[in-house]
């Protein structure tokens, strides 16, 4: 069993009328690995709807919690690009899981969006990495301790000493 906890950030963002801005809304994972004739047992549950950039530590606990305690040894979390380093890094003292964090640079309800495949990407990665943390996006795995979002490129890098 994977547990998918989502958070929001841009991958569960939708238009609510033509005169808004993009909003964080229910999100569209269980539709996503429907459509996608995803059979690998899993349970998704949305533990906030919130962009990255306001998530507070007491967020971060609680996401820290929900992955403690649950009984799945196999976790993907859904998060907001911006911050998903910050929260990565928080994951870290939990033993025995393989944890990674994926999101979207475009939201899921767009043609031209990375979010499928980053979370299919995820979803395999959950499945084969050895327990520990990871970051998986647009095809590559990252450790946490050693990974920025470099927003001018609009992916994740390794960092450089």
Do not use: W
């Given at each position: 069993m994977i547990d998918i906890f989502t958070t929001g950030g841009t991958i569960d963002k939708v238009y609510f009328d033509a005169l808004s801005e993009y909003?964080?809304?229910?999100?569209?994972?269980?539709?996503?690995?429907?459509?996608?004739?995803?059979?690998?047992?899993?349970?998704?549950?949305q533990l906030m709807r919130k962009d990255s950039l306001e998530l507070t530590d007491a967020d971060r606990q609680a996401i820290h919690d929900a992955?403690?305690?649950?009984?799945?040894?196999?976790?993907?979390?859904?998060?907001?690009?911006?911050?998903?380093?910050?929260?990565?890094?928080?994951?870290?003292?939990?033993?025995?899981?393989?944890?990674?964090?994926?999101?979207?640079?475009?939201?899921?309800?767009?043609?031209?969006s990375d979010a499928e495949f980053n979370v299919g990407f995820a979803l395999a990665a959950t499945q084969t990495l050895p327990p520990g943390v990871y970051i998986a996006m647009n095809g590559e795995v990252f450790d946490p301790a050693e990974t920025r979002k470099d927003r001018s490129a609009h992916r994740f890098i390794r960092q450089r000493d």
């Amino acid at each position: 069993m994977i547990d998918i906890f989502t958070t929001g950030g841009t991958i569960d963002k939708v238009y609510f009328d033509a005169l808004s801005e993009y909003k964080i809304g229910a999100t569209g994972l269980p539709d996503m690995l429907a459509e996608n004739n995803v059979f690998v047992p899993h349970r998704v549950t949305q533990l906030m709807r919130k962009d990255s950039l306001e998530l507070t530590d007491a967020d971060r606990q609680a996401i820290h919690d929900a992955v403690a305690a649950s009984d799945a040894d196999k976790i993907l979390v859904t998060h907001g690009t911006d911050t998903m380093v910050d929260t990565a890094r928080v994951l870290a003292d939990i033993a025995c899981k393989t944890i990674v964090l994926t999101g979207a640079m475009q939201p899921a309800t767009l043609r031209n969006s990375d979010a499928e495949f980053n979370v299919g990407f995820a979803l395999a990665a959950t499945q084969t990495l050895p327990p520990g943390v990871y970051i998986a996006m647009n095809g590559e795995v990252f450790d946490p301790a050693e990974t920025r979002k470099d927003r001018s490129a609009h992916r994740f890098i390794r960092q450089r000493d």
